[in-house]
């Protein structure tokens, strides 16, 4: 007879008590995940997360109060889930899980990891680092009322980064507020500013630099008292934007020196966010007046929507809109608010204007109004029962793993409306691992066309290795025979190379490059094609499957009709649909631009550098040069699965 531990076999309940967990991002679902495994007898727990707790924050990750904002949302959770069994044993790390301590022997000490993550660089590390260390990951994300839930084991499983992922579309406040590195969160940005000033305010929405980003200050009671601080009025009186805005009359001019120089010259006092950035750069508006009114643009030809300006053509609709939106909040009378909808002309010239003038401090190429009006889409809030009811899959699916059942995990897809079949919740079988991937293959190796005679070694470290294919410290070597040295993570070895040419090194059409990440323990073979017929603003191209393009939509009929929200380009039966990013700051429905990586791309590990030993023989391997189906799910499934994008 079966002998429970209240609804748990004994010896499963036992390997509860002594298995050890880890537990990535203590967000929304991290907050729903960790009450869940205390109270289900998990008793060894460790809990990673860089980010601090922000008001807006409260709504959903319910382990916070109003009296935590500004601290360590990994130390704090873990406090509050003690609260719920004090017997757990519960390890928080105030940090970036992409740092260099976090390597393969420190994933290897635990028997499950968990991702609860709210961006696709720490995800596509941490599913590196689990295939590496060979540990089973539970990867989860939710948007909105959809959510995802899978399981990864190398070898047995597709991992991440087997299939290619649509556009990410979800990007952390502090991103927007102080380090926009895409001109869709410049776009954001400018939406969010929008309301501030015209239409409802929103503490999820604020525009101005964010004082306590964790990337800003490592130490967390820096970052508390910073969050406290900002919250006191001490000597002065601190007003909303709004009430700022309605003080000045709406004075379009000092608007504009307040958005694009004073904010921007107070961000650049945060000087640890410059170390590895470039830093934006402030306008003045008398200074632009005075430097570029008399060489006014000449008409561009082309129509109006897709012409990009220059930056005085910018600086003049933002004032213009500016005064249009007055106009039209004082027609609909005091305490009036507007609301922003793209179909409306002067909301879409300030959202454009303020969005280009941010691209041009930030240094990034300027966008079209229609460019701009494609991307700024709608946003999906977070959705509070979602991340419960995904944190709770998440465990069923643990418990399964430490079961020894694993191969009756499923990839569970949460639908926002039943299905034909009535299900909300539907289960697929976990695909295999792809031949073609890049990062899981016994042979990782891509072709990346480009032109050597363009492209610099700095852009193939950032550009190429680190945004493109997720690498966080990586070295590269050409194979030309003599093992030069293109790229190294060691501090100051290569960076005189930086601002040279791969031509300058001999690479060219048919060169191969072999680049390592020893954080990681990843080695990828790079086959460069040298082309100079790169569309405009292209640097490079990934033949075949990129890894941020999604595989194109497919035309079947049967499947669309069986799709319950109307998402024909979601239709794909199987394990290799994007896992969807944590919706824990905003979702962008219809933009196109990729997010860089994160923000906290960690130095590599000092000293020689040498691969991680095998876990089963212990042999160490290093480095050497390499040379040269996915499977269907279960039909009966086929037709009820929504693949989030």
């Not at 999820?204 to 800003?216: G, H, K, L, N, W």
Request: with cysteine.
């Amino acid at each position: 007879m079966v002998q429970l531990v209240g609804s748990l076999r004994r010896e499963l309940a036992e390997s509860l008590s002594t298995c050890k967990v880890l537990v990535v991002g203590a967000g929304g679902i991290g907050c729903e995940l960790l009450k869940n495994l205390v109270l289900t007898g998990f008793k060894n727990i460790e809990v990673i997360d860089l980010d601090t707790i922000d008001v807006s924050n409260l709504n959903r990750q319910f382990l916070f109060q109003k009296k935590h904002v500004g601290k360590s949302k990994a130390q704090v959770a873990k406090e509050s889930a003690l609260q719920f069994c004090p017997s757990a044993n519960i390890t928080a790390y105030h940090d970036s899980i992409m740092n260099p301590e976090y390597n393969v022997e420190f994933f290897r000490k635990f028997m499950l990891v968990m991702n609860a993550l709210d961006n696709r660089a720490a995800r596509n590390h941490v599913n590196r680092m689990c295939l590496s260390a060979d540990i089973p990951l539970i990867e989860s994300g939710t948007a909105g009322y959809l959510g995802q839930v899978t399981v990864i084991k190398k070898g047995m499983t597709e991992c991440y980064e087997c299939q290619p992922k649509p556009t990410q579309k979800t990007f952390p406040g502090c991103t927007i507020r102080n380090t926009p590195s895409e001109p869709i969160h410049c776009i954001v940005w400018a939406k969010y500013l929008f309301n501030q000033l015209f239409g409802e305010e929103d503490a999820d929405q604020e525009v101005s630099p964010d004082t306590a980003d964790p990337e800003a200050a490592w130490n967390p009671e820096d970052t508390a008292a910073r969050a406290t601080a900002s919250e006191k009025d001490g000597d002065i009186k601190r007003v909303s934007t709004k009430e700022w805005a309605r003080s000045t009359g709406y004075n379009s001019v000092k608007l504009f020196n307040k958005l694009f120089k004073d904010d921007i010259m107070y961000l650049l006092t945060m000087d640890k966010l410059w170390k590895k950035r470039k830093a934006p750069i402030p306008l003045d508006w008398q200074q632009l007046e005075k430097n570029m009114r008399p060489q006014e643009e000449s008409p561009a030809s082309g129509l109006k929507d897709q012409q990009v300006l220059g930056v005085w053509g910018y600086c003049q609709l933002f004032q213009h809109s500016v005064e249009t939106l007055r106009s039209q909040l004082q027609e609909k009378g005091e305490g009036s608010e507007l609301v922003w909808d793209k179909d409306d002309p002067p909301a879409m010239d300030f959202v454009t204007a303020a969005a280009n003038l941010r691209m041009h401090i930030f240094s990034m190429n300027m966008k079209s109004r229609f460019d701009v009006k494609s991307m700024a889409g709608n946003i999906i809030p977070a959705i509070a029962t979602t991340n419960a009811v995904i944190a709770g899959l998440i465990v069923l699916e643990g418990l399964k793993i430490l079961s020894g059942e694993l191969e009756s995990c499923r990839t569970i897809f949460l639908n926002k409306c039943p299905n034909l079949r009535k299900k909300l919740l539907v289960p697929c079988i976990l695909d295999p691992p792809s031949a073609n991937c890049y990062v899981c293959a016994s042979k990782p190796e891509v072709t990346v066309k480009l032109n050597v005679q363009k492209t610099t070694v700095l852009s193939l470290q950032d550009r190429i290795l680190k945004e493109t294919f997720g690498m966080v410290a990586p070295d590269v070597q050409i194979e030309d025979g003599k093992g030069t040295i293109l790229i190294s993570s060691e501090e100051g070895e290569t960076e005189s190379n930086n601002s040279k040419f791969l031509f300058d090194f001999g690479i060219c059409n048919g060169s191969r490059l072999q680049a390592d990440d020893f954080l990681q323990d990843y080695t990828l073979l790079i086959n460069v094609l040298h082309t100079e017929e790169l569309e405009r603003d292209v640097e490079f191209e990934i033949v075949g499957e990129a890894p941020d393009k999604a595989p194109p939509p497919q035309n079947n009929q049967e499947e669309v009709n069986s799709i319950t929200n109307g998402n024909k380009d979601s239709a794909q039966p199987s394990t290799s649909s994007e896992v969807p990013v944590e919706d824990d700051d905003i979702m962008i429905v219809d933009s196109d631009e990729e997010e860089a990586a994160a923000s906290s791309s960690a130095a590599a590990t000092s000293g020689t550098k040498r691969k991680n030993p095998d876990a089963e023989t212990g042999e160490t391997s290093t480095k050497r040069p390499r040379t040269d189906q996915s499977a269907t799910a279960d039909n009966d499934d086929n037709d009820d699965i929504i693949a989030l994008d």
